[in-house]
């Protein structure tokens, strides 16, 4: 028995659809997640140390995991991600101590696997079962938008819900959390309903395809460590991310924290957070386009050196700075220099790769900065509880600077490429 596939209209509004009722739950709670614990009143130290674990599970399963949705299909696998989801949302909602947090941590880790491509690959299935070879291209694109767009809005609805705060004998933070939760289900059921696939596509051999998939792991990270020993120019890309990991840190995870500090409490910084995540989200994109302006005039490389710069520059700021306003004026600039970054990285690992080994170039860079963001981020903490949060947010972004550094053989490369004969070029 096959179920028919969907027309590419139809996939696209499903693909449109859980778009937006996956990412307008995570905007509710995108400035929350390090406020929660502190307003449940885990220190700085533990509360990084709590989220780090989300970084370890990913980097440990995503290339586990990779041959998952080919062996099962997707929507088993988008739906497994979705019933995670809901469960590490109750977690949270209910966390009181820092082993429970761990455990939202972990889950969280595990949705984020397990959430990472079925549904974009669903969608692209979908569209070449009845148009083969047609480019989705412009889809992806309106997808992104939806994505940002999603985002903002639930940023400002939780900046909403904190300011109405009708629970008083609650924090003004557990709102956000539940209405997140409700949300998730709403996205676990629309994802049952509407995602239809082909049962073809799933033989009996799934299980040990996915066995095999797991097992394959270790000499996927071998060849990728070769490729890494063997390239210096993708060695200095992948080894960026450990450095702008850093700085993420200081914009993603400290800048609440800071908030609250100088605000006097979680949940007043918890009411500006969701304004500052939407401004941030807007600014990003902001930040994407302007890079793709820059990059014709001053090239690929160099626009990405400028971006790690004023990227790490911006987190210098917003350790220095000793007001809210001033703090959130910092940070929107910081984001803005992330998004004007990311683009070209991007560009610069594609140029290291190959139709063969494309996917692995991205999860090697993925994963680096996930174990860069979950090593660094508890050592950071407690050097906040030691000193205090200004030094660690200074101290990251310094640090976040050397990461520039690192593109020079990208850089000299591009200067290669653009002095010789095309088909000149050496290899690398």
Do not use: C
């Not at 674990?53 to 949705?69: C, I, K, N, Q, R």
């Not at 099962?72 to 947090?101: D, I, N, T």
């Not at 009708?166 to 409700?182: D, E, G, I």
């Not at 960026?240 to 914009?251: L, N, Q």
């Amino acid at each position: 028995m096959t179920t028919a596939p969907l027309s590419p209209a139809a996939a696209r509004r499903v693909f449109y659809a859980l778009s937006f009722t996956r990412w307008f739950p995570v905007g509710l709670i995108v400035g929350m997640m390090t406020l929660l614990p502190l307003d449940r009143g885990l220190s700085v130290a533990q509360a990084l140390a709590a989220f780090a674990f989300t970084g370890w599970v990913v980097f440990a399963l995503e290339l586990p995991t990779s041959g998952f949705a080919d062996a099962f299909g997707r929507k088993p696998v988008y739906v497994a991600a979705a019933v995670v989801q809901v469960a590490a949302g109750l977690v949270y909602l209910f966390a009181q101590s820092f082993w429970v947090f761990v455990l939202g941590s972990v889950l969280t880790g595990v949705f984020r696997a397990l959430d990472s491509g079925p549904l974009e690959a669903w969608f692209v299935d979908a569209v070449h079962a009845t148009d083969p070879g047609a480019d989705v291209d412009q889809p992806l694109a309106r997808q992104g938008t939806i994505l940002g767009l999603g985002m903002a809005a639930g940023s400002l609805v939780s900046a909403g819900l904190i300011a109405w705060h009708p629970f008083a004998q609650s924090s003004a933070l557990n709102l956000p959390f539940a209405v997140f939760v409700a949300l998730t289900v709403v996205h676990l059921v629309a994802t049952v309903v509407l995602v239809k696939e082909p049962r073809t596509h799933v033989d009996s051999t799934g299980l040990r395809r996915a066995v095999a998939s797991a097992k394959e792991a270790p000499g996927v990270v071998r060849d990728g460590l070769g490729m890494l020993r063997s390239n210096r120019i993708l060695r200095g890309l992948v080894l960026v991310e450990v450095f702008w990991s850093i700085a993420m840190i200081v914009f993603e995870t400290f800048q609440p924290i800071r908030l609250a500090e100088l605000l006097g409490s979680e949940e007043r910084a918890g009411a500006w957070m969701g304004v500052v995540a939407a401004g941030g989200w807007a600014i990003f994109a902001a930040g994407s386009g302007l890079a793709g302006l820059v990059s014709k005039r001053l090239g690929v490389t160099r626009t990405a050196i400028l971006g790690r710069v004023l990227n790490s520059l911006g987190a210098v700021w917003m350790g220095l700075v000793l007001g809210p306003v001033a703090l959130v004026v910092a940070y929107l600039f910081t984001y803005s220099m992330h998004g004007f970054a990311g683009p070209m990285h991007g560009a610069l690992l594609h140029r290291e790769a190959s139709a063969r080994n494309r996917a692995t170039v991205l999860s090697m860079n993925s994963m680096m900065m996930f174990a860069a963001y979950s090593g660094v981020a508890p050592l950071l903490g407690l050097l906040a509880e030691r000193t205090s949060n200004q030094v660690a947010m200074v101290l990251a972004g310094a640090l976040s600077l050397l990461g520039a550094f690192l593109y020079l053989p990208a850089l000299r490369h591009e200067r290669q490429l653009r002095t010789e004969p095309a088909g000149d070029a050496a290899p690398v």
